[in-house]
């Protein structure tokens, strides 16, 4: 089955410790993302890859840190997070990069205390 | 940069039609595109439409495209309480295709009885 997993689904840490938010796809996809949705501001896309060994920063880079070293996966990593970094993080990975039919992971929740 | 717009609630009957609305600013975009997300849940593409296209129908649902006005419509037709979710325009822009979606704040569709 075609699908994007993120994990964990839920997670409450404290601030300041490191952590990571992995994603992987198993449809041999180009492209991913990582978003995060808030109330309000909808889905703001944190940084994307467009390929192995290749990221960008996308819209709300700042705090986060990525890496793309294989195909399949895809980390968010925060370092030091803070309580402004509580959100839902979405994955995201489509086919290439200017032909949107995007699937998403279901969701990590962080809460950052 | 680009902009997406769409109010942010849409009350309707059971089995009424729903009609969801978004404004767009990049007139350079070549792909425009529905996404639902359910409670709890990732987002889930809906339907699409090219920008060289003005209407397209799939069962109940039918997109319509005003690119002179920068207006994309999604319609429900018979909506029914499973169709309760936020509806999320998008865009991608043709500019190289490093950016990405670009996502309205969404439409949360609420179904009365």
């Known amino acids: 089955e075609a699908q994007v997993t993120q994990n964990p689904r839920y997670l409450i840490t404290v601030t300041g410790k490191k952590l990571t938010v992995t994603c992987s796809q198993n449809?041999?996809?180009?492209?991913m993302s990582w978003y995060r949705q808030d109330p309000g501001l909808g889905l703001r896309q944190i940084y994307y890859?467009?390929?192995?060994?290749?990221?960008d920063k996308g819209d709300v880079p700042e705090g986060y840190k990525v890496s793309r070293k294989e195909k399949r996966n895809f980390p968010l990593i925060l370092e030091s997070p803070s309580p402004n970094q509580t959100s839902l993080y979405f994955c995201?990975?489509?086919?290439?990069?200017?032909?949107?039919?995007?699937?998403f992971g279901q969701g990590t929740r962080l809460t950052v205390v | 940069g680009e902009d997406v717009e769409q109010s942010l609630f849409l009350s309707v009957r059971e089995g009424d039609s729903s009609v969801i609305n978004c404004t767009y600013t990049?007139?350079?975009?070549?792909?425009l595109y529905w996404y639902k997300q359910e409670p709890g849940a990732g987002l889930q593409l809906l339907t699409y439409?090219?920008?060289?296209?003005d209407m397209k129908q799939d069962q109940r649902l039918t997109v319509l495209l005003n690119k002179k006005d920068k207006h994309l419509s999604l319609r429900i037709a018979d909506t029914q309480t499973g169709d309760s979710a936020i509806y999320f325009c998008?865009?991608?822009?043709?500019?190289?295709?490093?950016?990405?979606?670009?996502f309205g704040k969404g439409t949360h569709l609420i179904i009365q009885p």
């Open positions: 995201a990975s489509s086919l290439t990069g200017d032909t949107f039919e995007a699937f």
């Open positions: 449809m041999n996809h180009e492209y």
């Open positions: 998008a865009e991608v822009y043709s500019g190289g295709g490093a950016d990405g979606l670009t």
């Open positions: 890859s467009m390929n192995v060994e290749v990221t």
């Open positions: 990049d007139s350079s975009s070549t792909y």
């Open positions: 439409i090219f920008s060289n296209m």
